[in-house]
């Protein structure tokens, strides 16, 4: 019941007082920026300038179209929720920026479109989630131009090992050890990976595996609230995220894998 009213509340009213916006929360705010600055970096270093196409799936209320449509990039977004792309598209018009909004599944939505558009395409904290998400990365990867830049985030199987750890669940994190796929305690499916996995992921996409990086080890290990640091610490908390070895992304809350799809590459 309480589903269906919240349904009602977005269809009617377009309110949802539960609703996690992304792009509003403080702490969502810094994971953003950690997330574009890697990003960007690597889209300087292979050429990509803003008006360059960017892709964002799975892209919430716009945490990260927002901020990129800022920096002068010519970003579209997915989601499956039309409540959260109002949202994003309120963020946008509240930033003075323009953005296009595709409401539907990124594989859907996807495989049904041209290839080869974006000379970035981004993809935050939606795959681990799904079964399909080999399909799903295989769709990415075929939006992407030859030269573009393909950044995935995953969940490391560090992540949900020291997760079981915490929790005292023993059967859990030895249940993480023997599979890569299904239900994590009370969560019913997720899946991760070593980074060794997924080399061999992205190297059957036929993309050149450029890096891994942590994003959200200092914070999660330490059970930090970043939304209760003042700026100077979260601009130091930045610094020290963004000067761990690439190593430490198997033991974050999220590894962000970089790969570029190979010029002369077909889609």
């Known amino acids: 019941m309480q589903k269906l009213a919240r349904k009602i509340l977005r269809a009617v009213a377009d309110y949802d007082p539960d609703y996690y916006d992304m792009y509003a929360d403080p702490n969502e705010a810094a994971f953003a920026t950690l ?29 990260l179209v927002v901020p990129l449509a800022k920096l002068g990039f010519d970003v579209t977004g997915i989601d499956t929720s039309g409540f959260a792309l109002r949202r994003a598209a309120a963020h946008a018009t509240a930033a003075g920026v323009d953005a296009a909004w595709l409401k539907g599944d990124l594989v859907d939505v996807l495989a049904g479109a041209a290839p080869e558009q974006y000379d970035l395409v981004i993809c935050a904290e939606v795959v681990y989630l799904s079964p399909q998400y080999r399909e799903m990365l295989r769709v990415l990867a075929r939006a992407a131009r030859p030269g573009g830049l393909l950044c995935v985030s995953h969940r490391p199987l560090w992540y949900y090992l020291i997760e079981a750890l915490r929790a005292q669940d023993r059967e859990a994190a030895a249940d993480v050890l023997r599979r890569r796929e299904g239900p994590f ?50 601009a130091a908390w930045l610094e020290q995220e963004l000067t761990l070895a690439a190593e430490a992304a198997t033991c974050a809350r999220y590894a962000l894998v970089v790969a570029q799809k190979p010029h002369g590459a077909g889609g």
């Open 35 to 63: 997330y574009l600055t890697r990003i960007t970096r690597h889209a300087e270093a292979a050429g990509i300038r803003p008006p360059a196409r960017v892709l964002e799936a799975g892209c919430q209320a716009g945490r």
């Open 185 to 234: 305690r009370e969560t019913r499916y997720v899946n991760w990976q070593t980074e060794e996995e997924l080399r061999s992921l992205y190297a059957s996409l036929g993309v050149a595996w450029l890096g891994c990086y942590p994003i959200d080890r200092l914070a999660w290990l330490t059970q930090t609230d970043l939304s209760q640091l003042s700026a100077a610490e979260r």
